[in-house]
T-cell receptor, first 112, second 115 residues
Framework: GQQLNQSPQSMFIQEGEDVSMNCTSS?????WLWYKQDPGEGPVLLIA?????ELTSNGRLTAQFGITRKDSFLNISASIPSDVGIYFC????????????FGQGTILTVHP | DVKVTQSSRYLVKRTGEKVFLECVQD?????MFWYRQDPGLGLRLIYF???????EKGDIPEGYSVSREKKERFSLILESASTNQTSMYLC??????????????FGPGTRLTVL
């Protein structure tokens, strides 16, 4: 199947720092999504991107849909302890039924 | 709010047992999905269903089967559990179509251990 490469695999930062993570694909996607998974819970959708070049914010989170449609990034500004968790990117190509391909995840640890 | 529930949060089974994982959604979603999550591998799609009694293989269907007899319920079945099926299993559902409110909503997951 399609492959998504997400980096970095893990990050250890101090509270207040900004965070950046990205995903690249060998294939073109029509939709990019970013999910966050808190410990012991299922992933929750943070941001959805539907157009190449689109830049979307959700509070301290900003994500962009790459112009080539093969990449996306997520930035978190002024991190706080509750930002801890696993962040996943996901892409959807031309398939029907909403089938997604997920990245490997970025484990974020925030030290107070 | 959309709610996706899974029958168990934690499950311990023995090798060779038949295992049923149940997922129920309350938003009348057409699509339902089963994933497994393993460290460093992200979420991998096992099976999905786009309508009652309809099912499609995902990327890793071997050793699994599914059942969707009612729109709100999607079951994952391990016919003969093996230790390499120890994992976190996540169920998700969505409407059809491309829009923010049609994206996948996840249940809390079932952590399955096969001894």
């Amino acid at each position: 199947g399609q492959q998504l490469n997400q980096s970095p695999q893990s990050m250890f930062i101090q509270e207040g720092e900004d965070v950046s993570m990205n995903c690249t694909s060998s294939s073109i996607f029509n939709t990019w999504l970013w999910y966050k998974q808190d410990p012991g819970e299922g992933p929750v959708l943070l941001i959805a991107l539907y157009k190449a070049g689109e830049l979307t914010s959700n509070g301290r989170l900003t994500a962009q849909f790459g112009i080539t449609r093969k990449d996306s990034f997520l930035n978190i500004s002024a991190s706080i302890p509750s930002d801890v968790g696993i962040y996943f990117c996901a892409g959807r190509g031309g398939t029907s039924y909403g089938k997604l391909t997920f990245g490997q995840g970025t484990i974020l640890t925030v030290h107070p | 709010d959309v709610k996706v529930t899974q029958s168990s949060r934690y499950l311990v089974k023995r090798t060779g047992e038949k295992v049923f994982l149940e997922c129920v959604q309350d938003m009348d979603h057409e699509n339902m999905f089963w994933y497994r999550q393993d460290p460093g591998l992200g979420l991998r799609l096992i099976y999905f269903s786009y309508d009652v009694k309809m099912k499609e293989k995902g990327d890793i269907p071997e050793g699994y089967s599914v059942s969707r007899e009612k729109k709100e319920r999607f079951s994952l079945i391990l016919e003969s559990a093996s230790t390499n099926q120890t994992s976190m299993y996540l169920c998700a559902s969505s409407h059809s179509g491309r829009a923010l409110y049609n994206e996948q909503f996840f249940g809390p997951g079932t952590r399955l251990t096969v001894l």
